[in-house]
């Protein structure tokens, strides 16, 4: 080819000058050619210039190409830009070589050259012309900044070339220059020289890992993106104090979802509309770098707390909506005095009710809130609306006691302030109290003379209710219906006891170690990750949801729509019949029969749904909705919203509703909230049970109806009646998976932490005694409103006697049946059944716990046994109810026995009390006097023990 004089003059000087070493420098560096080619060209030009006029480029690119990497981008296009301005005002390139020099430093310490103009430089120096300044301006602050990134670029986590995580993922040079670079790009030298503020600033960086998108997504909305839209109107000390929260903060965010991020972001990097509200409502820049330095120690103090997510989006919530700068250090200040309790009502009741005070009215507010431990004394009592006691649907009337006690009516908020102030006002009632309580406590209340009983009537008749609630704290219970006396009189003469089975009063006492509660374990990752939470928040979601949806109409719908899936099943089994061997037919017959009398049945029920009343509506979709839950997750969610619409008319329930609107959150649950949840379905099955609207549809309703009803009842027994409802509103609510869920959640936490122990001491008794009328109320069941069971002379309690806080805090029943019986000889036996001790003990105690408390009541039962000479049957083995009230109890006991495998008899008749006599028959032989074998409890309680330790 042949070239020009021109162009022979040209291309010789960049051959004999070593141009070739930089081409292969070009050929072996990681960068890619994309980039380097161009910049190559860019310093063969600067080259060719005259001395003056150089930028003296090639150094910078030579450390370019040595030491950039794959992600380095070509610098040369932003530094032209400031090449451009000097052109235009008659500068010299050469001002731009003390640039050059510091790129070419950070290129030697492995850091891109592109960054640090992008994000430190060009804001800093594109829109400066006075170039004959920027020695003095620009390259003393460029110089501190570079060196600072130089020193971040040789300690951890800025080794590794990328940062971040499998969400957002970084280049190591763009959080160096961006992250770190960029808030100081607009200071002036004079601020950037002060060494030890750098060197503060370079310990934040140094302590922030950066190994979560989570925190990147944070950063990015609520501290570089406020920055930079507040450049230039803050000083070093204001980025070192907003920047001083992050190294904490970021353990707490690691752990978020990003998706969750921004719902706790005061700012987004994309909008400026909240910093233009905040600037228009008379905030500075300097309030609105201290407002958002004060959020973020919020949510730093709140995350690690249960629900403290939600917490926090609720305050971020709140705080973005204020005009007035000072209440977000009362916000900071007050939600660090509330208890960490696993509840978002306290939040938002406290934060409300600070926002509706002026400012000195707030600082008032918060100090009533830190003199009453963290709660204001105006925050209503959950313990009142979800009492650890069983305290529901009765309370003493406190308003009279107080008249007669001559005290204020606030001082008494439970049975025991009522004693106390009955004491206070006669000291000398305080033995016959404790001999009372005492005597009961122990079995003695058997041995009252009516002369005692008379002396006890006298001494405490105006406290009598109140006295008894406080030795059996289940009274009151969600069962608990009316007092069974008003004195002991009274209780005696209504309830006489008449037995001639001769029992000794056999006693057994027994320790329990329970863990102490403590709150902060509850809700780790490392426990809730284990916990199947869809499970539960899918029950919860019910008692969260707005109540004004028409319930009625969506269930008709989803019915239909169960009714119109039938024809597939049918379809197949035509298509079957047709292709099968005559042999099939009769089987395939069979099920069409099954198949289309369910449509039938079917149909007929949901014709009835159309014209009934509104309780009648709610019984058939109950019952139809529970043989469909597992398959129509809508259908058993829109039955369970109507259940808790229908008993929002008991006071106390929407008391709880009213709570959970402001508590519940759709996708997290703390361990409290789930305690919570459970009492509140609890007092909703007790209200169905109570319903007399039920009670007389299921008397009135004709008995063709009960059988189109059949074919849909989930119970063994197909019979329509309050046990049948009973199962379908808890197949509904999911109510045994989170009873097994509640117990593992207690496992996981006793396995997981060493938690400090209480030791415990526990009696069980036989008694047969006036004061028994109240054994429903000691165990807080359903039978509380049987108490003349106890007449029977075969009926005897079983008391479980918690000796630290001396009550009564379980129960069991024992029924001696001389109904004769083959499989055992025609000998008499014993019934052992409701073992219940109350469901606030219940609640603490782990699936071990509970089995170890089993096998107490066991032990006692063999002695039972052994001193009688009588055989001990468990009732009921295939019903609900009659073993325990409580599922997982019930599992418990059912597993250990039925694994010894014991006679199991289907006819042990001769009892139908609150259940029918044949599933009382349902029974296993757990001991027998004639088998020695069968006395198992001592021994496998030791085992147990002992592999505790």
């Given at each position: 080819m042949r070239h020009s004089r021109n162009q022979d003059t040209i291309i010789s000087p960049i051959i004999n000058t070593g141009r070739k070493s930089l081409w292969q420098l070009v050929n072996s560096s990681a960068c890619k050619q994309s980039h380097s080619v161009p910049f190559l060209s860019a310093v063969q030009l600067d080259n060719l210039k005259a001395e003056g006029e150089k930028l003296g480029l090639e150094k910078l690119f030579t450390a370019y190409v040595q030491h950039g990497s794959e992600a380095w981008l070509n610098p040369y296009p932003l530094i032209k830009k400031l090449d451009k301005n000097l052109q235009k005002y008659l500068g010299q390139s050469s001002a731009l070589s003390p640039l050059i020099d510091i790129l070419t430093d950070l290129a030697k310490n492995d850091i891109s050259p592109h960054s640090f103009m992008l994000y430190v430089v060009i804001p800093r120096m594109q829109d400066d012309f006075s170039w004959r300044e920027w020695r003095k301006t620009h390259y003393r602050a460029l110089k501190v900044i570079a060196d600072m990134l130089i020193e971040l670029r040789k300690t951890s986590p800025f080794e590794k070339q990328f940062l971040g995580d499998k969400h957002i993922r970084l280049n190591r040079d763009i959080v160096l220059a961006k992250y770190a670079g960029q808030p100081l790009s607009l200071l002036g030298h004079k601020e950037l020289e002060k060494r030890d503020a750098i060197v503060e600033y370079i310990a934040i960086w140094k302590n922030i890992k950066i190994v979560s998108g989570s925190f990147i997504r944070f950063i990015r909305n609520s501290v570089l993106g406020l920055l930079y839209n507040l450049r230039g109107k803050y000083n070093l000390e204001h980025v070192i104090q907003l920047l001083s929260v992050l190294p904490e903060l970021e353990g707490c965010l690691s752990n978020l979802p990003p998706d969750k991020i921004d719902s706790i972001s005061l700012y987004n990097a994309s909008s400026n509309n909240l910093l233009d509200y905040k600037l228009a409502n008379g905030y500075t820049p300097m309030l609105v770098l201290e407002e958002a330095e004060f959020h973020m120690r919020i949510i730093k103090k709140l995350l690690p707390k249960p629900l403290g997510l939600e917490a926090a989006s609720f305050i971020t919530y709140v705080i973005k909506r204020q005009k007035d700068h000072r209440i977000i250090n009362n916000i900071l200040y007050l939600s660090d005095l509330l208890p960490d309790k696993g509840s978002l009502a306290i939040y938002k009741w406290h934060i409300k009710n600070l926002l509706n005070k002026t400012q000195k009215e707030q600082l008032i507010f918060i100090k009533k809130t830190k003199d009453n431990r963290g709660l204001h004394p105006d925050y209503p009592n959950i313990e009142d609306i979800f009492s650890d006691d069983n305290v529901t649907n009765y309370k003493e009337n406190f308003s009279s006691y107080a008249k007669n006690l001559n005290t204020e009516p606030s001082r008494l908020r439970g049975a025991r302030d009522i004693i106390k102030a009955y004491i206070e006002k006669t000291p000398a009632i305080s033995p016959v109290i404790d001999k009372i309580r005492?005597?009961?406590?122990?079995?003695?209340?058997?041995?009252?003379?009516?002369?005692?009983?008379?002396?006890?009537?006298?001494?405490?008749?105006?406290?009598?209710?109140?006295?008894?609630?406080?030795?059996?704290?289940?009274?009151?219970?969600?069962?608990?219906?009316?007092?069974?006396?008003?004195?002991?009189?009274?209780?005696?003469?209504?309830?006489?006891?008449?037995?001639?089975?001769?029992?000794?009063?056999?006693?057994?006492?027994?320790?329990?170690?329970?863990?102490?509660?403590?709150?902060?374990?509850?809700?780790?990752?490392?426990?809730?990750?284990?916990?199947?939470?869809?499970?539960?928040?899918?029950?919860?979601?019910?008692?969260?949801?707005?109540?004004?949806?028409?319930?009625?109409?969506?269930?008709?719908?989803?019915?239909?729509?169960?009714?119109?899936?039938?024809?597939?099943?049918?379809?197949?089994?035509?298509?079957?019949?047709?292709?099968?061997?005559?042999s099939k037919l009769e089987n395939l017959k069979r099920s069409q029969d099954v198949i289309q009398q369910r449509q039938k049945d079917f149909r007929r029920l949901l014709a009835l749904y159309k014209e009934a009343p509104s309780s009648l509506k709610f019984m058939i979709a109950l019952i139809l909705s529970s043989s469909f839950a597992k398959k129509n997750n809508l259908l058993k969610r829109l039955v369970l919203i109507w259940t808790v619409k229908r008993y929002m008319k008991n006071p106390l329930f929407a008391k709880q509703q009213a709570f959970f609107a402001e508590d519940l959150v759709p996708d997290d649950i703390s361990l409290m909230q789930f305690k919570m949840l459970l009492k509140s379905m609890e007092l909703m099955f007790s209200l169905i049970n109570s319903d007399s609207e039920i009670r007389a549809i299921l008397e009135s309703l004709p008995t063709e109806l009960h059988s189109a009803f059949e074919p849909f009842l989930i119970t063994r027994r197909k019979l329509l009646g309050m046990e049948a409802i009973d199962a379908a509103i808890k197949k509904l609510s999911s109510y045994h998976a989170l009873l097994a869920e509640h117990a593992k959640w207690q496992e996981l936490i006793s396995k997981t932490y060493n938690q400090e122990s209480d030791i415990r001491q526990f009696l069980l008794y036989v008694s047969k005694s006036s004061i028994d009328a109240y054994y429903g109320d000691m165990g807080g069941i359903c039978a509380s409103d049987k108490p003349e069971f106890i007449k029977d002379p075969a009926a005897f309690t079983i008391r479980l006697v918690n000796g630290q806080e001396k009550t009564i805090t379980g129960m069991g029943l024992l029924y001696f049946n001389t109904e004769p019986n083959q499989a055992l000889a025609r000998r008499p036996f014993w019934f052992a059944f409701a073992i219940n001790p109350l469901p606030s003990l219940c609640h603490k105690l782990t699936n071990i716990q509970l089995l170890i408390m089993y096998l107490n009541y066991r032990i006692l039962l063999e002695k039972i046994s052994k001193e009688t000479g009588y055989p001990v049957l468990l009732p009921g083995i295939s019903s609900w109810g009659i073993i325990s009230n409580n599922d997982i109890l019930k599992k418990i006991i059912t597993e250990y026995e039925i694994r010894k495998q014991p006679l199991i008899l289907t006819d042990a008749k001769g009892l139908s009390f609150y259940y029918n006599e044949y599933q009382y028959a349902h029974a296993a032989c757990i001991i027998d006097p004639n088998k020695p074998q069968t006395f198992t409890a001592e021994q496998d309680l030791k085992k147990l023990l002992e592999s505790l330790d």
């Open positions: 005492d005597d009961i406590l122990e079995g003695r209340d058997r041995l009252w003379s009516e002369e005692k009983i008379k002396l006890y009537d006298k001494a405490t008749q105006l406290i009598h209710a109140p006295l008894l609630r406080t030795i059996i704290p289940g009274i009151g219970s969600l069962f608990y219906t009316a007092p069974k006396s008003h004195s002991f009189s009274e209780l005696f003469a209504e309830y006489p006891i008449e037995h001639n089975i001769k029992i000794p009063y056999i006693r057994h006492s027994f320790t329990l170690s329970t863990s102490r509660d403590n709150p902060q374990l509850w809700d780790s990752s490392e426990i809730k990750e284990r916990i199947n939470l869809s499970a539960i928040l899918d029950t919860a979601q019910a008692f969260r949801q707005p109540h004004h949806i028409d319930t009625e109409e969506y269930v008709f719908t989803e019915l239909s729509k169960e009714l119109l899936s039938m024809r597939g099943p049918l379809q197949k089994i035509k298509k079957e019949m047709g292709d099968n061997k005559e």
